[in-house]
């Protein structure tokens, strides 16, 4: 009897899986854990409790439409609820964005150093993903434009980037969207938008409010601090958002998720809190690393990318493992294109020291 084995579609082996920052360093426990981007500041309380009481009703299924969280984004932000769409965090979004807008045959394009799972995405779908070069580790709209072909049918541009920390102004993406053809869906990844305090910065909110072809996802899994309950959403011209509605899941979000989110964005103080320690100890921690002579690319993030090159044979790699060794991890970005260097998440003050401390010994050649 000849043992067959079920097939893949084309395209699927050759997706390289998304590898996570990781979580464990040197037998310390608790490490200081830098290599995922998230809040030193921790979730809102009334997040937490919002989640809590939503324990009490754990038999009932999740409002499918998760009406309360998209009620309370479109009060935040004075958007249309109808035209927001919430997924298991903006991954799940963007590749129901794929799924519904690219096949066989289609293109999609996306920066050099873009987020993993554009690709990851386009390649499910049976797509083609094309690269975009970048100008200065930032969006390129010229080169993005260079690349569109007639099967081009999406266009992803995180702003601000992950992992290079860098963005366009709100011209640019003007720029580019107008230099699109109608017929391509510009999605704009804005997961780090929250951050951003550049008087040339707009999420998107506004062109998706008056464009046809233009989507804006977000998160709450980096300031609002809920990454392990994966809230992410989507604000959609009417007709994107009702292909969106057709191929999610019936009950794509929890109802301890939907709770705690809501009750997240409507803590305006507790994310103004996050916003600005973020801005004090990015400052500080660029200038302590560029004192040590490494090379930061600048960032409007909650992340700084740091380079190796040029440090006398010291290597991201090895400062990698040095830094593990003494209990503190950071992300390894060789999958972004940058194979000596290292994003670090900034954390706490004390976390924060205890990196630059490290840092500081291991290009002295210290133990």
Known sequence: MVVTAPIARPGILDIAAYVPGESKAGGVLPPVKLSSNETPLGASPAAIAAFKMAAGELERYPDGQATLLRDAIARRYGLDARRIVCGSGSDELLGLLARGYLGPGDEAIYTAHGFLVYRIAILTNGATPVVAPERDLKTDVDAILAAVTPKTRVVFVANPNNPTGTYIPIEEVRRLRAGLRGDILLVLDAAYSEYVSKNDYEAGLELVATTANTVMTRTFSKIYGLAALRIGWAYC??????????IRGPFNLSSPAIAAGAAAIEDIEHTERARLHNDKWLSWVVGELEKLGLAVTPSVANFVLIHFDGIGGKTASEADEFLKANGIIVRKVGAYGFPNALRMTIGSEND??????ALA???????
Do not use: F, S, T
């Not at 011209?237 to 057709?246: G, H, S, T, Y």
């Open 237 to 246: 011209p009417p007709e994107v958002a009702d292909v969106l509605n057709r």
């Open 352 to 357: 924060n020291k205890r990196v630059i401390e």
């Open 361 to 367: 010994r291991y290009l002295k050649g210290a133990a």
